[in-house]
Structure formats: structure tokens, C-alpha cells
């Protein structure tokens, strides 16, 4: 199965920075990649997929890019609502459709 | 407004069965194939099991192969998994999931928590 592997696990961040997440795929996945904003007791939300496709009602400062093996999620503009955990899921050896394992951001 | 709400969950002892449910609406529920996801207690996301939109293909994550069966009644519009076996491992939150395109679930049900414990 292919693993995917998110970096950091773990951020602090103020309002207003900008915000990159990476993730790694154990092999390629060419742009079958999509991004999962999940808050506390809450379901996930989509927010990107095809790597870098805008899900319908996300917020612009949200984009995707990347492509085989390593993409990245960036917050432009870090807003309030946007601390939560953030999910890739590799869908190119589907089912299963495999997760990252999340990365917190936190407030600082 | 796309709705999925689960519902059967609950406490059950390790061997036990449950068998979830998904009450879709407000949107065509036969023509997407459709998932659960299960999430830990404060852990990541994990794919469960698959079924396409006229029940030809079903797939199974490894640790549930045998145990679980996943189901649909499109003129119901409700999914199902029974679950049988259940381990403590097996405690999580289930969510039904909607997929579009393929591979991506652009819906999630607001979940169900299983819990197995004696």
C-alpha cells in the first residue's frame, strides 16, 4: 500500500502568516492527491483535490500544488478559522484511499 | 442540502456486532459510490471499506476483511455496514462518505462512535 507521510506534525502560527504543509508519497501518485481540513469534533472537510484543485466554496488563501511524489498545502493568509488538522489522502491506488497521518495548527 | 446521517452505533463487547447505517439526501444517492472512514480517539483518519454506485464492486481496508460487510439500498438511499467480531481496535468514529470524483470524498457524514470494550 502507499504510505503518505505529512510534515510537519505539528506548527504554531499567528494570524496573518503564511502556512505550507508537505506531503510525501512512498511512491508516485502523479496529482491524485487531495487535502482534508478536519476541526475538533467535527467531519473533515474537503478543501483541494487533483493536488491543486479548488474544492467549490473554499476560501482562496487555500492552494495545492505538487505533483509524483511531493505536495505541499498552503494557507496564504492564516485566518482564525483555519486552525485545525490538516489531511492529505492519495486516491492513485484507490481503494484504499490511504491519509497522511494530519498536522496540527495550532495558535501561537 | 446533501445530508448523510449515521446512525446504529454504540458500546458492544469485544466479539460483538453492530451494524451502522447512512441516511442520505439531497442529493441522487445512486449515482455515487460511497465509503466509511473511521477515526480513533485521537488519532488519524482511516479508510474503511468502498462500495460503487450499483454495488458491483466492494472493497475492504485489510483489518476488517471477514468481518465487516458494506451494503446499500439505492431505493432507500441508505448504506450499511454490518459489523461482526468487533475488536477493541475497532473503537473509532465512523463517518459515511459521499465520492466525487473517484477516490475523493467531497461529503462526510457528521459520524458515529463505535466503542468495543468489555
Known amino acids: 500500500a502507499i504510505r503518505m507521510t505529512q510534515s510537519p506534525s505539528s506548527l504554531s502560527a499567528s494570524t496573518g502568516d503564511r502556512v505550507t504543509i508537505t506531503c510525501r508519497a512512498s511512491q508516485g501518485i502523479s496529482n491524485s492527491l487531495a487535502w482534508y481540513q478536519q476541526k475538533p469534533g467535527k467531519a473533515p472537510k474537503l478543501l483541494i483535490y487533483a493536488a491543486s484543485t479548488l474544492q467549490i466554496g473554499v476560501p482562496s488563501r487555500f492552494s495545492g500544488s505538487g505533483s509524483g511524489t511531493d505536495f505541499t498545502l498552503t494557507i496564504s493568509c492564516l485566518q482564525s478559522e483555519d486552525f485545525a488538522t490538516y489531511y492529505c489522502q492519495q486516491y492513485y491506488n484507490y481503494p484504499p484511499g490511504t491519509f497522511g497521518q494530519g498536522t496540527k495548527v495550532e495558535i501561537k | 442540502e446533501v445530508q448523510l446521517v449515521e446512525s446504529g452505533g454504540g458500546l458492544v463487547q469485544p466479539g460483538g456486532s453492530l451494524r451502522l447505517s447512512c441516511a442520505a439526501s439531497?442529493?441522487?444517492?445512486?449515482?455515487?459510490?460511497m465509503n466509511w472512514v473511521r477515526q480513533a480517539p485521537g488519532k488519524g483518519l482511516e479508510w474503511v471499506s468502498y462500495?460503487?454506485?450499483?454495488?458491483?464492486?466492494?472493497y475492504y481496508t485489510d483489518s476488517v476483511k471477514g468481518r465487516f460487510t458494506l451494503s446499500r439500498d439505492n431505493a432507500k438511499n441508505s448504506l450499511y455496514l454490518q459489523m461482526n467480531g468487533l475488536r477493541v481496535d475497532d473503537t473509532a468514529v465512523y463517518y459515511c462518505?459521499?465520492?466525487?470524483?473517484?477516490?475523493?470524498?467531497?461529503?462526510w457524514g457528521q459520524g458515529i462512535l463505535v466503542t468495543v470494550s468489555s
Open positions: 462500495i460503487n454506485s450499483i454495488s458491483s464492486s466492494i
Open positions: 439531497g442529493f441522487t444517492f445512486s449515482d455515487y459510490s
Open positions: 462518505a459521499r465520492e466525487r470524483p473517484r477516490g475523493v470524498v467531497d461529503f
